[in-house]
């Protein structure tokens, strides 16, 4: 048996190919990688919010109501319940004050209550989904993790290129060792575990303050929304192909 260990540049990819021939069995063995891409269908967005009171209880009836008020203003946005999933929430004794702070300020801000929810859109309807939950008072908003609703088939597509590269590989070698390529005898493949590409995207802070209904200032124009572009999603699989000679 002869046994080649070659490393061929791969088109697009600095990977390494592995060849194995074995004259008596009549057979090439290649081990190649190659990847498929597509365009994220899909956009998990963090959806947040952030305030701050003078006791629990004060924290946890107004986060109550920002809390109706975002999930309301998703929901006439079209957003159906099935793609809004609660990620944390919780009511703790606030330790972090600025330095500047005076006592008065820091009195209503003594706990700090926080939700969060994982809402799942399509990438062109990302922008705005934001933009009206920001506008209902989710201030802790904007990060986005990029999926894709059928991996598998990427994964799948990955696959086929590499196998398509092994044969083009072990075609050549046949030439060269004066032989003729045959049938695929097996072939086997794997994909590395999916990883989900996160783009953070600019978020939009603002200072909460427990006021009464006549204080509050009238409500500023809706900003426009936020330019987003979805993410490529990349999938790579290595193959190993076992192809008869002649």
């Known amino acids: 048996m002869v ?28 081990s190649t990688k190659d990847e498929a891409t597509a365009t994220a269908d899909i956009a998990a967005i963090a959806i947040g919010f952030e305030i701050f009171g003078s006791d629990s209880q ?18 006439k946005a079209g957003v159906e319940d099935k793609a809004i999933e609660s990620a944390a929430q919780g009511v703790e004794r606030n330790t972090e004050f600025s330095d500047k702070d005076t006592s008065e300020q820091r009195a209503k801000r003594q706990f700090v209550l926080t939700q969060s929810w994982e809402v799942s859109v399509s ?60 049938a695929l005898i097996y072939a086997s493949n794997q994909t590395p575990d999916a990883t989900h590409n996160f783009i953070p995207q600019p978020q939009e802070t603002f200072e909460n303050r427990l006021v009464s209904p006549e204080m509050m200032p009238p409500p500023p124009p809706p900003p426009p929304s936020l330019e987003i572009r979805p993410q490529t999603i990349r999938e790579e699989a290595t193959v190993y192909a076992v192809f008869a000679i002649e």
């Open 58 to 75: 004060t924290v946890s009836s107004e986060g109550g109501k920002v809390s109706h008020a975002i999930l309301e203003a998703l929901h």
């Open 123 to 182: 990438p062109q309807s990302a922008a705005e989904v934001i933009r009206i939950a920001i506008a209902a008072g989710a201030n802790k908003s904007g990060a986005i993790e990029w999926r894709l609703s059928d991996r598998k088939a990427l994964q799948a597509k990955a696959a086929g290129n590499a196998l398509v590269k092994a044969r083009e590989v072990a075609a050549k070698m046949a030439e060269g060792l004066n032989v003729k390529l045959s």
């Open 3 to 30: 046994c080649l260990s070659i490393g061929i540049a791969a088109a697009g990819l600095a990977t390494a190919q592995t060849i194995q021939i074995n004259r008596e069995n009549k057979t090439i063995a290649i």
